[in-house]
């Protein structure tokens, strides 16, 4: 089975602009998790989607935003970026049903914001 | 989400076995025990998890204390590719709906030598 894909790997923008990242989850997976990675703040939960609904959050202004598709992927979107949020964007799958949970994590999303 | 405590490094000789310690206090009886390693900004994988059995892959072996509020991961046979950021978490049964967010802490940093 392919693992969790990510795109792109790298991104550069600038303060002000907006961008959308993209993760396929793994095949049959119905959960998507996205987290932000910044030195200072460690691995953070920014939002999951689970059958195209939002069902957690985490504590991040509304300038991030997310959705899922009828077949699983999810984006997410930052908009009116900031210096701050240059960093690891992480995506994690896992399949919502049944007794097996694991979650696997993508590669990741390089952010870096000039 | 219970908290996890962990030493913030360790460092182990090549060849020998790594016993990575983990705090869960506060786990509640819903919550499984799972093991992550991140190596150099790359996504974290996921090694192990467990409920309340010791548990063994091909990765790694999984200690539970009866009581449930303390684990130990054992790599045993750790090689310099083991060198990484190991971070324990706790996240609910598949079932629940908060099943899909994971509250990272920071992990402990594994330095093998050779």
């Known amino acids: 089975k392919a693992g969790v894909t990510q795109t792109p790997r790298y991104l550069i923008k600038t303060r002000g602009q907006q961008v959308t990242l993209s993760c396929s989850p793994i095949?049959?997976?119905?959960?998507v998790s996205w987290y932000q990675q910044t030195p200072g703040q460690g691995l953070q939960f920014l939002f999951e989607?689970?059958?195209?609904?939002?069902?957690n959050k985490g504590n991040f202004p509304g300038r991030f935003s997310g959705r899922q598709f009828s077949n699983s992927r999810s984006e997410m979107n930052v908009s009116t970026l900031e210096l701050g949020d240059s960093a690891l964007y992480l995506c994690?799958?896992?399949?919502?049903?049944?007794?097996?949970?694991?979650?696997?994590f993508g590669p990741g999303t390089r952010l870096t914001v000039l | 989400d219970a908290k996890t405590t962990q030493p913030t490094s360790m460092d182990c000789a090549e060849g020998r076995a790594a016993n990575l310690p983990c705090n869960h206090s506060?786990?509640?009886?819903?919550?499984?025990v799972y093991w992550y390693r991140q190596i150099h900004s790359q996504g974290p994988q996921y090694i192990i998890h467990?409920?309340?059995n010791n548990e063994t892959n091909e990765m790694a072996s999984l200690i539970i204390t009866e009581d449930r509020k303390s684990s130990t991961l054992i790599l045993p046979h750790a090689t310099l590719r083991d060198t990484a950021v190991y971070y324990c978490?706790?996240?609910?049964?598949?079932?629940?709906?908060?099943?899909?967010?994971?509250?990272f802490g920071d992990g402990t940093t594994l330095t093998v030598k050779p």
């Open positions: 994690a799958s896992f399949p919502g049903t049944g007794n097996t949970d694991t979650q696997y």
């Open positions: 095949s049959g997976h119905r959960s």
């Open positions: 989607y689970f059958s195209e609904t939002q069902r």
């Open positions: 506060t786990i509640s009886g819903n919550e499984y």
């Open positions: 467990g409920l309340k």
């Open positions: 978490i706790v996240r609910v049964r598949p079932y629940n709906t908060n099943a899909g967010k994971s509250t």
